[in-house]
């Protein structure tokens, strides 16, 4: 079955730029579409954008300005980079499958890595 | 943009059981999808669609949607069950971002 895998340094200077890579095993990474998702220590989850192997991507209206997310087919791993942070961006941060149907009406995060935690230091 | 209500925290008496509800103004065009997330794990997903499960989530996990809210039922709720609880949907302002609710936790008692 598909598995995800997140990587990246686990510690991130203050408005540096983070930068994390989920490597998919398992299956190809030219179907869906491929998310991160954060969650800051004991708060909720956040959406923070998705790409599709054509390269189209969607990001998340509040971090949209700072937020870049690529893919590499023949790596079958796609990555984020976060710029200037702060220690507001302190989180775990997951990638996840994407998947739809009825035309995107439906739309569900299955599998997920086990996230990464990333802490910003000043 | 649109927000995805859920109440920060419920409880219910062990083989009980407990609704989960999420509101918000995007559910009347795209549905929910329920997520369960333990301490320090990641989130699994429970429900999607018109109440399709994964293989090997169980059958009293159910979810249902009226007009703007999505509900996620546990019906015979076991110790294992006590965990947050995340409802996700797509918002409906420009490029439909996703959305995430705010959670909810479930204590068996």
């Known amino acids: 079955q598909v598995q995800l895998q997140e990587s990246g340094p686990g510690l991130v200077q203050a408005s540096e730029t983070l930068s994390l890579t989920c490597t998919v095993s398992g299956g190809s990474i030219r179907s869906n579409y491929w998310n991160w998702i954060r969650q800051p220590p004991g708060r909720g989850l956040e959406w923070i954008g998705y790409i599709y192997s054509t390269g189209i991507t969607n990001y998340s209206p509040s971090l949209t300005s700072r937020v870049t997310i690529s893919i590499d087919t023949s790596k079958n791993e796609f990555s984020l980079k976060l710029t200037s942070v702060t220690a507001a961006d302190t989180a775990v941060y997951f990638c996840?499958?994407?998947?739809?149907?009825?035309?995107?009406?439906?739309?569900?995060?299955?599998?997920w890595g086990q996230g990464t935690l990333v802490t910003v230091s000043s | 943009s649109s927000e995805l209500t859920q109440d920060p925290a419920v409880s219910v008496a062990l083989g009980q059981t407990v609704r989960i509800t999420c509101q918000g103004d995007?559910?009347?065009?795209?549905?929910a999808s329920w997520y369960q997330q333990k301490p320090g794990q990641a989130p699994v997903l429970l429900i999607y669609?018109?109440?399709k499960r994964p293989s090997g989530i169980p059958d009293r996990f159910s979810g249902s949607t009226s007009g703007n809210t999505a509900s996620l039922t546990i019906t015979g709720a076991q110790a294992e069950d006590e965990a947050d609880y995340y409802c996700k949907s797509r918002d409906t302002s420009a490029n439909h971002p996703h959305i995430f609710g705010t959670g909810t936790k479930v204590s068996v008692l």
């Open positions: 996840a499958r994407g998947d739809r149907e009825d035309q995107g009406a439906t739309t569900w995060f299955d599998p």
């Open positions: 669609g018109k109440n």
């Open positions: 995007s559910l009347g065009g795209y549905s």
